[in-house]
């Protein structure tokens, strides 16, 4: 079974502009979730879709969104990227069941410089 | 709302040694408790987790974790550690009334031979 898969895995953009990451969970995954993670930071929360709709959000600003296509793939996007947001991000998914894991994949790093 | 606690940034044990990475929750209700291990440029690995039941659970590459209700805390430990088991790791939290999973700060984990 092919685990997640993120694209691209490195990024590099200037301060202003926007980046697009990709995300493909596990096959018959429904629950895709996007983590921030930052040496001071920690990982934190971005939001979670089930099934193409938003279930749970975290606390970032409005720049930040994301969408689940019906496939089951995500994507989530940052517009008017700022410094601060050098960062690697990760995508986890599992079957949308609370009681299991998550598969995470390998993280896109962006720098914004 | 629910949080997690990794007290130790830092943990350091000699090979072979026993080892014992801390973790605290709060939830408002029943907790489904994880662990993560996470290796330089990569993303998180499943260790083990707590659903109900048994308080110790055991996971992979000989992990174990107590979960214990009363002092609200899950922690990691492994008999007998070994160098690659040097890593990131992470405790997280899922609120079984709640979507989203809660991760500690993580705490490095340092095996030195």
């Known amino acids: 079974k092919a685990g997640v898969t993120q694209t691209p895995r490195y990024l590099i953009k200037t301060r202003g502009q926007q980046v697009t990451l990709s995300c493909s969970p596990i096959s018959g995954h429904r629950s895709v979730s996007w983590y921030q993670q930052t040496p001071g930071q920690g990982l934190q929360f971005l939001f979670e879709y089930f099934s193409e709709t938003q279930r749970n959000k975290g606390n970032f600003p409005g720049r930040f969104s994301g969408r689940q296509f019906s496939n089951s793939r995500s994507e989530m996007n940052v517009s008017t990227l700022e410094l601060g947001d050098s960062a690697l991000y990760l995508c986890a998914s599992n079957p949308g069941i609370m009681n299991t894991e998550a598969f995470f994949g390998q993280g896109t790093r962006l720098t914004v410089v | 709302a629910q949080s997690v606690a990794q007290p130790e940034d830092q943990v350091n044990v000699a090979e072979g040694n026993p080892l014992t990475v801390k973790c605290t929750y709060s939830v408002s209700g029943n907790p489904y408790l994880f662990w993560y291990v996470q290796y330089p440029n990569r993303g998180l690995q499943f260790l083990l987790k707590?659903?109900?039941?048994?308080?110790l659970v055991k996971g992979s590459y000989g992990f174990e974790a107590e979960f214990n209700k009363s002092q609200t805390s899950f922690h990691l430990k492994k008999p007998s550690a070994l160098v690659s088991d040097s890593a990131l790791y992470f405790c997280?939290?899922?609120?079984?009334?709640?979507?989203?999973?809660?991760f500690g700060d993580g705490t490095t984990l340092t095996v030195k031979p």
């Open positions: 707590y659903i109900t039941g048994d308080n």
């Open positions: 997280a939290v899922r609120d079984t009334n709640a979507g989203k999973s809660t």
